[in-house]
């Protein structure tokens, strides 16, 4: 039996607390973002629309960062409000240390220490 290449092998992956917060819409938005007065958290949006700007989630980032993947956050909290779920953006078109541009939206993305507490301006990313 050959040996698996190490280009082929899985890397392994520490799940990340993290916060993820909409800054702005992306300079192409495939969806712009929805006004706040017409979102209504937890219901499914219309897909012409995407998430209002300012829009924050906390969790588990469940998969390293990659350009044409979406984020991906088992999502804790929503708004400084508990809301459990599944967390995914559009697919990410360019990544930079403490950002993720989206084919709709700009994020700013923190990895948080185990306390919560005081945000890294690092990109959880490989």
């Not at 917060?21 to 017409?38: L, M, N, T």
């Not at 409000?81 to 078109?93: H, I, K």
């Not at 993720?100 to 948080?112: D, G, H, K, Q, W």
Request: with cysteine; proline share 13%; aromatic share 6%.
């Amino acid at each position: 039996m050959r040996p698996v290449p190490p280009s082929l092998r899985p890397r392994a992956f520490a799940l990340s607390l993290v916060t993820l917060r909409k800054v702005s819409e992306a300079p192409d938005a495939v969806c712009p973002a929805i006004s706040w007065g017409d979102f209504t958290p937890g219901q499914a949006q219309p897909d012409a629309w995407s998430l209002p700007l300012e829009y924050v989630v906390m969790g588990l980032l469940l998969a390293p960062l990659r350009v044409g993947e979406p984020v991906r956050i088992l999502r804790l909290i929503r708004n400084d409000v508990p809301a459990a779920g599944l967390f995914e953006t559009s697919p990410a078109v360019e990544l930079r240390p403490g950002w993720v541009l989206t084919r709709n939206s700009l994020y700013a993305i923190r990895t948080l220490h185990p306390s919560g507490s005081a945000a890294r301006a690092s990109t959880p990313h490989e």
